[in-house]
C-alpha cells in the first residue's frame, strides 16, 4: 500500500500492526449512549503510532471521536507528519471516519492513507482524499493572491 511519502509503503506487518493497535484502542472507548466504540491509530513519519477512541458526552455535540483523539495526541508529542490510520469498528462494515474527522484530518494530510476494519475482519482501504475531495484548506484563505 503506497501511503503519503511517495517513497513508503505500508507492508501487510504494519497494516495489521496499525489494525491492532487501533482494535486496543477501541476497548477504551467510553460510549455509555451508543455504545458504539471506536479505535483510531495513526501513524506518524517518525513511526509512532498513537491511538484514539471516542469520546462521548451527554451533552452530544462535546463527543470526540477516535480519530480526533488520535491526531491530538499526536499534535501534543510534536507530531504533525501523518503516514496513515486505520480505524476499527464494531459495525456490519468497516469503521469509517465521520465528516468532521475527514475534514479534521485534512488539515493536517490531506492524502492520508485510511485503513477501515469492522471486527470481522472486512477491510476497506482509501485515501483521505477520496474520501473528501476538494476539501476545505488553507488554500481558501489566499484571497489577496487571486486578486
Given at each position: ?54 469520546i462521548e458526552n451527554a451533552s452530544y ?38 465528516g468532521i474527522c475527514r475534514q479534521f ?38 484571497a489577496e493572491e487571486a486578486k
Amino acid at each position: 500500500m503506497q501511503v503519503a511519502d511517495k517513497n513508503f509503503y505500508l507492508d501487510e506487518e504494519q497494516i495489521q500492526r496499525l489494525l491492532e493497535e487501533a482494535k486496543k484502542a477501541r476497548l477504551l472507548a467510553y460510549a455509555p449512549y451508543s455504545s458504539y466504540q471506536v479505535g483510531a491509530a495513526l501513524l506518524t513519519k517518525g513511526g509512532r503510532v498513537y491511538g484514539g477512541c471516542n469520546i462521548e458526552n451527554a451533552s452530544y455535540g462535546a463527543a470526540i471521536c477516535a480519530e480526533r483523539v488520535a491526531v491530538a495526541r499526536a499534535i501534543a508529542e510534536g507530531e504533525t507528519d501523518f503516514v496513515a490510520m486505520a480505524v476499527v469498528a464494531d459495525s456490519p462494515e468497516p469503521g469509517s471516519p465521520c465528516g468532521i474527522c475527514r475534514q479534521f484530518l485534512a488539515e493536517f494530510a490531506p492524502e492520508l492513507p485510511l485503513i477501515m476494519a469492522n471486527l470481522d475482519g472486512k477491510v476497506r482501504q482509501g485515501s483521505l482524499e477520496a474520501y473528501l475531495p476538494y476539501a476545505f484548506n488553507k488554500d481558501y484563505f489566499r484571497a489577496e493572491e487571486a486578486k
